[in-house]
């Protein structure tokens, strides 16, 4: 880990920098936790080998240069173990959506708590965005409680928004303003 770019978040928690050749860690990360991932998370299923998390990789990185996209690997004690984005970025609007997963072994410690809350503090002050959504669905109790802690606030339910595994499932929308901080 000592190679790569790097933000420490304290308590041996910090966010990578993409890279290419992580993608073989995280894939042996995404196969070795498919069942509990594919819960809430529609592209594992599509991950089945290496080049596929190269080909993520490389549109997230695309997706840096066009200034839509911020990628980290979460990374905890020396390994990753999960990821954190913002997405869809709107400059106009000086909006983002957040996303993430972690690796079940590593759930309940508060690591994502920390990234997410790491990830609004640079979004607001560091690339002047004004508002960010979390999209978590309604049965996902944890990442429910996740965006209530780090002070998001539930705007609404989008009833049979997102197809999951050919089901229409409900989405519970929560949003944080700069104002809010």
Known sequence: MENYFKQDLGQDIYLLYPDISMASEVFALINSDRHHLRSYLDFIDATQKVSDEENYIKSKLQGIAANTDRLYFLAYQDKIVGCIDLHCIN??????????????SVTGQGLMTVAVNHLVNLAFKQMGLNRLEIHAAVD???SNALAKRCDFRLEGCARS??????????????????SDR
Do not use: F, V
Not at 161 to 178: E, P, T, V
């Open 91 to 104: 400059w106009q609007t000086q909006s983002a959506e957040i996303g993430y997963w972690l690796h079940s």
């Open 140 to 142: 996902n109790l944890p």
């Open 161 to 178: 928004s997102r197809l999951l595994y050919g089901q229409l499932i409900d989405m519970n929308h929560y949003a944080i303003l700069k």
